[in-house]
């Protein structure tokens, strides 16, 4: 045993000396710094397709926060915000980069849902024409006291609500499709359709006038302060005398009393269709009510 440890004690020095156990052994590697964690900002959030008033004409108002206002341009019109004009007065949205609706006379039209490729409005009365543009953002009406809804991406289109429940839709140009509760079609420019109330679309040809037949009274001069007027239109049009609204009848037919002053009275009778083509006709109706000359007769004496 003596021996023994006596030889490993001798290993070991000459070990310690010749140092070839240190050479085979791997050389501890120096920790290299460490590189900087970067962290990757998070993505910013879809934006939201934008709706702005961008020109007016004549009598328009905005509710904007539940309150109906006079229109001020641009105005940029959020989910619920609406636009109605009253007789004679238009108005215009932009809708994304490029897309338009013109907002016709007597129509009301509001936003309902606002994404980021698409924006949705709701007719309540009235009639609008809708222009996506070049399709960065569809648009989409849907329409009072019905189902109906008219989507498009591209082109153009035009929709007519009555308030009563009669939709008409007219593709003026490229594609729209419109759908109801009772099924769908898709429209061709220079094709229409119309919904009423629920109902699937039913296909109609775009006339190639407008009707408008106004019964003129037959004398031009008059002492009476007032004229009876009738006339026949389209169903479902819109008419009107001197800008005041008529009421027409299911089967297009109306009748109205004017007012007249002293001197002459132009009455100018407008009819707007469901296709949102526009017919005029106009006549001026005199009040005279000075007494008629009195005419003497010389008999001469007998």
Known sequence: MKRLATGLLVFAASCARCGACAEALPRPVAPSPSAPVVVAAPAPAPVSATVELSATQGDVEVRHGGVWQPAQVPFGLGLDDAVRTRAGGTATLKVGRDGLIEVRERTEVSVRQLLVRSVRFRLE?????????????????????????????????????????????VAEAGEVK???????????????????????????????????????????????????????????????????????????RFETEV??????????VRSVDRFGRVADDAETVRVDRRPPPVKARSEGWQ
Request: aromatic share 4%; proline share 5%; charged share 20%.
């Open 178 to 252: 419109l759908t109801s509760a009772g099924g769908d079609t898709v429209l061709a420019a220079g094709q229409g359709a119309r919904v009423e109330g629920d109902a699937a679309p039913v296909r109609e040809a775009v006339p190639r006038s407008v009707l408008l037949k106004v019964a003129w009274p037959a004398e031009k001069v008059t002492r009476q302060a007032t004229v009876t007027l009738r006339g026949e239109a389209d169903p479902g049009a819109f008419v009107s005398v001197n800008g005041r609204e008529l009421s027409v009848g299911e089967d297009g």
């Open 259 to 268: 007012p007249l002053a002293l001197g002459a009275n132009k009455i100018a």
């Open 125 to 169: 009365r009235g009639r609008i024409g809708a222009s996506p543009g070049k399709g960065d953002v569809a648009v989409s009406v849907e329409s009072s006291g019905s189902t109906a809804v008219a989507e498009a991406s591209t082109g153009s289109f035009a929709v007519f609500n009555d308030g009563k429940g009669l939709v008409a839709v």
